[in-house]
C-alpha cells in the first residue's frame, strides 16, 4: 500500500530523481568538518521554526515588548523551552557557520569553480551576523538596549555617512520604538528571506559542482 | 560479525534513526503544541472575594452605590475595569448586592429614591429594588453578585 502511494506521487513528482541528485551525490573521501554545512542548514531551520512561534505571542512595541517576553517565559506552557532554543540556537549558529567558513577556507574548497558557492556563503555569514545583532535588541531590556546603543554607534565613526548610517539604522537621533520595530521587521522579514534565497544558490551550486575533497600535499 | 544475526548494519541504522528521529519529533512537537494551545484552553474564572464595605455602614432599604475598580491580566496585558454596584440591606432578609450595568445595552442605572427605582437613562428601562425588570427593554434582571459577610465586612463575587 504505502509503495503505491509512493509510485502514485513518484512517477508524478520524480521524487526518486530528487532522491539520487541530492542525497546520492558522489562524493570525496571526507571527515566530519564537512557536516558544518548541514549543522549550519539543520540550525535554522531550527530557528526559522522557533521564530516563528516565538511571534505567537512576542510583541515589538516598547511598552510590550518585556511583558510578552516575560509572559512567554513564565506563563506559556514550554515557552522557556522555546525561547531557550531559539537564544543558545542563535549563539550556535553563529559558531557554526563561522567554523563552515573556516573549514572551506583552509581546505580550500573556495576555489574554481566553486567562488559564488564562497561569495553566497559569505553573504550568508554576514546575514547570520545581522540576524544575532537584530534579534539581541528583541527582548528590550537593558543588555538589550545599550549593546544596541552602542552597536548602531559604530559606524557612526566612519568618515561623513557614518552619522547618516546610524540615524539610519536607528530610525531617528536616538535608539526608540522606531528602532525596535524596524529591527524586528529586519529580523524576521528582511534576513530570512535573504537567507533562505541564498541557501538555495548555495545549497543548488553544491548539488551541481559537488564538494571538494580535502587537499593532498601535493595539491 | 556473527553469521547468525539477522539484522542488517543498514537496517540496524535504520531503526535506530526512527527510534531517536520519534523521540525528538515527541520532546519537541508536544511542547510545541502545548505552546501554542495553552493559553486558549486556559478557563478564566474569577474566584476572588472583593471587599465593598462594613454592614453597618449600608443604610436599611435604600441602595448604595459602591465603585470600585479590578485589574485583570490577560497575558502581558493588563486590563483596568471600574464597576458599580447597587447594595440593598432590606428592613427583612438578607444583603444583596446588584450590578448597576444595565442587562439591555449595558448602560449604568441610577437608584432613583423618589421614584424607588432602578432608572436607565438611554431606553428608559425601569427596574425595582430587586433588580427585576418593571418596563423597557431589558431582557433580564440586574445581575445579583454572590455575597458572604466575615467580620462584619460585605464581600461580593463577580
Known amino acids: 500500500m504505502a509503495s503505491k502511494v509512493y509510485n502514485w506521487f513518484?512517477?508524478?513528482?520524480?521524487?526518486?530523481g530528487i532522491y539520487d541528485t541530492v542525497l546520492d551525490r558522489k562524493m570525496p573521501k571526507v571527515n566530519w568538518f564537512f557536516t558544518l554545512g548541514s549543522a549550519s542548514l539543520f540550525l535554522f531551520t531550527m530557528q526559522a521554526l522557533t521564530g516563528i512561534f516565538l511571534t505567537v505571542y512576542y510583541v515589538p512595541t516598547p511598552d510590550l515588548a518585556y511583558d510578552s517576553i516575560q509572559y512567554i517565559m513564565t506563563g506559556a506552557p514550554f515557552g522557556w523551552l522555546i525561547r531557550g532554543m531559539h537564544h543558545w540556537g542563535a549563539t550556535l549558529m553563529v559558531i557554526t557557520v563561522f567554523l563552515h567558513m573556516l573549514r572551506t577556507f583552509y581546505f580550500a574548497a573556495y576555489k574554481y569553480p566553486r567562488e559564488l558557492t564562497w561569495v553566497t556563503g559569505v553573504v550568508l555569514l554576514l546575514s547570520t551576523l545581522g540576524m544575532g545583532f537584530t534579534g539581541y535588541l528583541l527582548p528590550w531590556n537593558q543588555k538589550a538596549y545599550w549593546a544596541t546603543t552602542v552597536g548602531t554607534a559604530i559606524p557612526g565613526t566612519v568618515p561623513v555617512i557614518g552619522p547618516l548610517i546610524t540615524q539610519i539604522l536607528r530610525g531617528g537621533a536616538d535608539l526608540s520604538g522606531v528602532t525596535l520595530a524596524r529591527f524586528f521587521s529586519v529580523h524576521i522579514w528582511v534576513l530570512p528571506a535573504v537567507i533562505l534565497a541564498l541557501i538555495g544558490v548555495h545549497l543548488y551550486m553544491v548539488i551541481r559542482l559537488g564538494i571538494s575533497g580535502i587537499p593532498k600535499k601535493d595539491d | 560479525m556473527t553469521q547468525s544475526s539477522n539484522l542488517t548494519r543498514r537496517d540496524f541504522v535504520n531503526i535506530v534513526v526512527g527510534a531517536v528521529g520519534t523521540v525528538i519529533v515527541v520532546s519537541v512537537g508536544v511542547p510545541a503544541v502545548a505552546y501554542v494551545l495553552g493559553p486558549g484552553l486556559k478557563v478564566s474564572k474569577s474566584e476572588a472575594w472583593i471587599p465593598v464595605g462594613k454592614v453597618e455602614s449600608f443604610p436599611v432599604g435604600v441602595p448604595t452605590l459602591v465603585t470600585f475598580t479590578r485589574t485583570t491580566v490577560n497575558g502581558?496585558?493588563?486590563?483596568?475595569?471600574?464597576?458599580?454596584?447597587?447594595?440593598?440591606?432590606?428592613?427583612?432578609?438578607?444583603?444583596?448586592?446588584l450590578s448597576n450595568?444595565?442587562?439591555?445595552?449595558?448602560?449604568?442605572?441610577?437608584?432613583?429614591?423618589d421614584l424607588a427605582e432602578y432608572d436607565c437613562p438611554c431606553h428608559e428601562a425601569v427596574f425595582d429594588i430587586e433588580g427585576l425588570v418593571v418596563s423597557g427593554p431589558p431582557p433580564k434582571p440586574l445581575v445579583r453578585y454572590a455575597t458572604k459577610i466575615e467580620e462584619d465586612t460585605l464581600y461580593i463575587q463577580l
Request: charged share 25%; glycine share 8%.
Open chain 1, 10 to 16: 513518484n512517477e508524478r513528482l520524480g521524487l526518486s
Open chain 2, 76 to 97: 502581558w496585558e493588563r486590563t483596568t475595569n471600574s464597576y458599580g454596584v447597587y447594595v440593598t440591606k432590606p428592613e427583612s432578609g438578607d444583603i444583596y448586592v
Open chain 2, 101 to 113: 450595568v444595565c442587562t439591555h445595552l449595558a448602560c449604568r442605572v441610577t437608584w432613583k429614591e
